[in-house]
């Protein structure tokens, strides 16, 4: 990956070959391996080694009386970007607050995908089990939210 933070004025920049390509003008951006990537670039002696910690990383959380799950956060008054124009760009994977912290750019809208959920999912789980807890359809969790999101983007005209 090849995003550039500029550490003094605190704004990251993901390039357009570093976000996916779903279809026309429309791309996604992981925010797990966002926030892979900004580890990485904090921990390089080289690069960020010396600044302030850019994300964090909560497992569950307690927003507006609702426990969500896993949140990528930019934190310390950083912001991002990218360098591309006239792109939809879907945020997939950890809730996130990346929505709030994007500099608007010509034509480009950023779409969160952030969801509520109660963390237990019954019978005591750890929220590392929560993806692997069938459901009543058999499906685990997480093929329950790839068929949703695959049903989500089908409803808009999108390809995932």
């Known amino acids: 990956m090849s995003y550039s933070v500029n550490w003094a004025t605190k704004v990251i920049t993901v390039p357009l070959a570093d976000l996916t390509l779903i279809s026309g003008s429309n791309y996604s951006l992981n925010t797990g391996d966002f926030w892979i990537e900004m580890r990485r ?3 390089s002696p080289s690069d960020g080694l010396w600044a302030e910690q850019t994300t964090e990383y909560v497992n569950t959380q307690l927003l507006s009386g609702i426990t969500y799950s ?6 310390n008054g950083y912001t991002w970007d990218t360098d591309t124009t006239d792109k939809n760009i879907f945020l ?8 709030d912290v994007f ?15 109660k963390i237990d999912a019954g019978g005591g789980a750890a929220a ?12 685990t969790a997480e093929e329950e939210v ?6 989500a983007a089908s409803a808009i005209g999108v390809s995932v």
């Open 41 to 43: 670039l904090e921990a």
């Open 70 to 75: 896993a949140i990528v956060k930019l934190i």
């Open 92 to 99: 997939v994977g950890f809730n996130s607050n990346l929505l």
């Open 103 to 117: 500099i608007p750019g010509d034509g480009i809208s950023v779409l969160a995908n952030n969801s509520g959920g």
């Open 128 to 139: 590392a089990d929560v993806w692997n807890y069938p459901f009543g359809t058999g499906n």
């Open 146 to 151: 790839t068929k949703a999101r695959k049903n």
